[in-house]
């Protein structure tokens, strides 16, 4: 959705004139990849983190406009709410220390931005929900003031013609309506991306389906909104439910949502692009002036630029992207699944995890996907946004006996995934210390239970338990979170509890030790 769009009325015609767009964009597609025309192997990533705007209270702070002024730096760009910044890392070749590489680049861009942020009285934290958001937060009025987010949310009501229902039920049980799509910009996340030849996608893609449910159980951080405490990953259950254009009626006929797990392995990229146009009506139907078929017939590069937008508005967990980029055409796959933070530290960890793991799992000759269903794989991921590091999954057993077992995703990851995902990082050509640095970082957090979600919630009972009520308590959990991201120990490492008055952590446990 990064394309700038200009808020308007639509009308028959342009919807008209747009689904042709789509389905020449469709065809256009199609014969660039007959053609073979796309960019050769260059093993190259992205990221891209989404931040939230809080004061030293712990509080949201509703003034992305004025941050973004005094940070000055095209890296930083707004996102749904105006809590809400969004900083972009440019791509990287998927080798040697570049995992090092990433991380001083963060910590220097999230701390220039931050000490700018300081100036009016707000800070940039990294953490899937922010816990002390309100229903009074999450209204249009608080909409970042950027053409393609209010024309957005214009179509996403007039679609689904009657308020959103939020309805979650967890350890506890939230239950409201919202009158826009501002509580989706609660959902703050780290979007991996990973470019990848026509020919490797769909054993990347599926191999990222695969691992999702492993990312969560791993990458959980947040287990609150709006003062209740949910799911260990909620923003999954919120973020549907935030976009969906469905009335009641048509979620019991069975209609997809546009935030959408998927529903079947994948034999090729076009098949996810053309299910995008089978299955969901446009929102934005705003039309280029390119005629992407003539473009091509002259030897051209197509922008595909309706495709694209139509693109953006499908939320998928693991998003197929098209771009181009210095005059050739090239695929993505844009992991879409963890919560941004904790740390610098952690989320680096959880790139190298992923990007190591989804290497091996793609090259297996006989890959996962051939032996664990869809739909397990689906409610593994179900599994791991409820339950975070205490998720148990269903996965493939090792042997020649073949079906299922049921393992602790932490004993999983220990004894399988690991290993797998040092061999995708050697296969990359990372070093070895880039390596072992950050897949420690797993390990660890492996081997205490602990990742952002845990420790948000022990430390919120902590605070209840020491007599705070519960807002004060979220208020002083996201303060401490807060202290300890910034100071970029990674997460399993943080002790649980608040500061007592001599500063030391009151009732001081380290997390990362195990829990009884």
């Not at 420790?455 to 303060?479: C, F, I, K, N, P």
């Amino acid at each position: 959705m990064g394309e700038k769009v200009v808020a308007g009325g639509f009308d028959l015609s342009d919807r008209q004139r747009y689904r042709r767009k789509l389905h020449e964009c469709l065809e256009g597609l199609g014969r660039l990849l007959a053609e073979k025309r796309f960019d050769r192997p260059r093993n190259l990533m992205g990221l891209e983190i989404e931040l939230n705007l809080v004061g030293s209270d712990g509080l949201p702070r509703m003034m992305n406009g004025q941050v973004l002024e005094r940070i000055a730096s095209p890296d930083f760009q707004t996102e749904l709410g105006m809590f809400n910044l969004e900083v972009n890392i440019l791509p990287h070749r998927l080798d040697g220390r570049v995992f090092d590489q990433l991380a001083e680049e963060l910590r220097t861009g999230l701390g220039y931005a931050h000490r700018q942020a300081a100036e009016v009285d707000a800070g940039v934290v990294m953490i899937g929900v922010l816990p002390t958001l309100t229903q009074d937060d999450l209204v249009s009025a608080n909409l970042s003031d950027v053409d393609r987010y209010m024309l957005l949310n214009e179509q996403i009501m007039m679609a689904r013609g009657e308020d959103f229902t939020l309805d979650i039920e967890g350890v506890e049980r939230l239950s409201c309506t919202a009158a826009s799509i501002v509580p989706e910009a609660a959902c703050t996340s780290v979007q991996l991306h990973l470019q990848v030849t026509p020919a490797r996608f769909a054993d990347v893609w599926n191999a990222a389906q695969v691992v999702t449910a492993v990312q969560i159980a791993l990458g959980a951080n947040s287990p609150f909104l709006l003062g209740r405490e949910l799911w260990r990953e909620s923003r999954p259950p919120l973020f549907t439910q935030a976009t969906d254009t469905r009335p009641p009626e048509l979620q019991a006929q069975g209609v997809r949502p546009r935030t959408w797990f998927g529903e079947r392995w994948i034999g090729s990229a076009y098949e996810l692009f053309e299910e995008n146009l089978r299955f969901f009506p446009a929102l934005l139907p705003i039309c280029d002036e390119e005629e992407p078929l003539r473009v091509l017939a002259a030897g051209g590069v197509p922008g595909l630029r309706e495709m694209v937008l139509h693109n953006g508005t499908v939320y998928r967990w693991n998003r197929p992207v098209y771009a181009v980029a210095d005059g050739m055409p090239h695929l993505r796959v844009e992991n879409r699944v963890l919560p941004a933070g904790p740390t610098v530290t952690d989320v680096i960890a959880n790139a190298a995890f992923y990007y190591g793991l989804v290497r091996t799992l793609a090259d297996d000759p006989r890959p996962l996907w051939h032996r664990m269903s869809f739909a397990t794989a689906e409610a593994n991921f179900d599994e791991a946004c409820r339950r975070g590091i205490d998720a148990r999954l269903r996965w493939p057993q090792r042997g020649r006996s073949g079906g299922l077992a049921t393992v602790p995703a932490v004993r999983l990851v220990l004894d399988e995934l690991l290993p797998l995902a040092a061999a995708g990082l050697d296969a990359w050509g990372v070093e070895a210390v880039d390596r072992d640095r950050y897949l420690g970082v797993i390990e660890q957090r492996c081997r205490g239970r602990v990742n952002g979600a845990s420790w948000q919630v022990d430390t919120y009972h902590r605070a209840l338990e020491s007599g705070l009520g519960r807002d004060a308590a979220l208020a002083a959990m996201a303060r401490r979170y807060s202290e300890l991201m910034h100071g970029g120990t990674p997460v399993h490492d943080w002790p649980t509890g608040l500061p007592g008055p001599s500063g030391a952590p009151a009732a001081e446990r380290s997390v990362g030790s195990p829990r009884t």
